[in-house]
């Protein structure tokens, strides 16, 4: 079971690295030192990445223990080989929302900003770990003009998330920048895998007979997810999701 600690060290890290580009980071160093020994007994890495770049800056060692590989030999590619299939889409959604926020903080040279979601990543056995991903961007100034991402991706093994749901945040509450707990797990749509593909599908101009052509169903059973979905999301119609949704990232 995991061992929550506050992650008010990371804004400690923060500013002792900063000024330095996140380049000459000390392993000696007492703040790396914890980091590391906290990431490493509750099964996290976090990793630095300058978003001007595109480049990752650091990795921390236990990268190894959870995905097999070293931080040196870490790059994007390598979420995208190894996510779950059914989750490849979120994935991209996730990114383009990372990016989006990005260029808003970085036009108005200033403001930080915060998203999280799970995904299942396959491991160096061939298993795939449910994994929490948190991703906190801000404006800096020095060593030169940059947003800077700071990203902590933890197992989330332990926790027994409710089949067919997901996480996801995408906001500017730091507040939920913090040690992966039920209560913060359990934010996002109460919708099923099921439910949301059918959301996609609507937003993309499908009838409900060529959803249920090409998922395999029942237009019965199609018209009966739209209207749990309406139900789910208190909404009266599936326009005013989708339009929400799009405003949260989620399409």
């Not at 990005?102 to 040279?109: G, W």
């Not at 930080?112 to 396959?122: E, F, K, M, V, W």
């Not at 099923?192 to 052509?213: L, N, P, Q, V, W």
């Amino acid at each position: 079971m995991p061992n929550p600690y506050s992650y008010s060290i990371f804004f400690d890290f923060i500013e002792s690295y900063l000024p330095s580009g996140f380049l000459k980071i000390n392993p000696d160093d007492p703040i790396m030192l914890k980091l590391e020994e906290l990431t490493g007994e509750n099964d996290q890495y976090f990793q630095v990445f300058d978003m001007g770049q595109m480049k990752f800056l650091f990795t921390s060692k236990n990268i190894f223990n959870m995905l097999g590989i070293t931080a040196e030999e870490i790059n994007p590619g390598h979420y995208t080989q190894r996510i779950h299939p059914d989750d490849e889409e979120r994935l991209g959604q996730a990114r383009s929302r990372v990016y989006k926020m990005e260029k808003e903080i970085f036009k108005a040279q200033k403001g930080s900003s915060l998203t999280s979601y799970n995904l299942r990543i396959r491991n160096e056995d061939g298993n795939y770990n449910s994994l929490f991903v948190q991703d906190y961007m801000f404006y800096s100034p020095i060593p030169y003009k940059v947003v800077f991402l700071i990203q902590v991706i933890t197992n989330i093994d332990w926790y027994n998330m409710k089949k067919d749901r997901f996480h996801h945040y995408a906001g500017n509450d730091l507040s939920l920048f913090k040690f992966p707990d039920q209560k913060l797990l359990e934010i996002g749509p109460d919708l099923s895998y099921r439910e949301f593909e059918i959301i996609r599908m609507i937003e993309a101009g499908h009838s409900s007979k060529d959803i249920a052509d090409k998922l395999f169903l029942s237009i019965h059973t199609v018209n009966t997810h739209r209207s749990n979905i309406l139900e789910k999301t208190g909404k009266s119609q599936i326009s005013d999701l989708i339009y929400e949704f799009k405003e949260k990232g989620l399409l």
